[in-house]
């Protein structure tokens, strides 16, 4: 039981840091937290999203939904990434993860698409490599 655990605990915490926890939380209470969407994209590699911006079927998800909120958040962060995608993990480190942090804490977990898509692309569009501000 114990060992269960353990690989369990293992499996999960793989899945968080190479953003893929959504697959491993499936059907969890967790699982509808408004972190969960925001984990692929804080943690995927720049191949893995830019090549999620450029395929060739975009979505066409509800506005409002959080595939939507997440294509929208892609589309400005490799839009403020050059085309060989240098910034992508600058901006996730800066941007994105730390608000990932914000977002696990469990009165944060209500928060909507749309809230995530207002603080996240300010904080894209705000991004100075220096630390600086406008």
């Known amino acids: ?19 893929h ?3 491993v ?7 509808d937290a408004s972190w969960v969407p925001v984990n692929w994209i804080a943690h995927a590699t720049p191949d893995e999203l830019l090549a999620s911006a450029y395929r060739d079927d975009p979505p066409t998800a509800p506005w409002g939904s959080w595939p939507w909120a997440i294509d929208t958040v892609l589309r400005e962060l490799v ?12 901006l996730q ?8 942090l914000t977002l696990l804490t469990p009165q944060e977990w209500a928060t909507t698409p749309f809230d995530v898509v207002a603080e996240v692309v300010s904080e894209i569009r705000n991004y100075r ?6």
């Open 79 to 90: 839009a403020a990434a050059d085309a060989q995608g240098h910034r992508v993990m600058a």
């Open 129 to 134: 490599p220096d630390g600086g501000e406008d």
């Open 25 to 31: 939380l499936v059907g969890l209470p967790v699982s």
């Open 93 to 100: 480190r800066a941007c994105l993860i730390p608000y990932e």
């Open 21 to 23: 926890v959504g697959e």
């Open 1 to 19: 039981m114990r060992e269960r655990a353990a690989e369990q605990l293992i499996l999960e915490v793989e899945a968080f840091l190479d953003g």
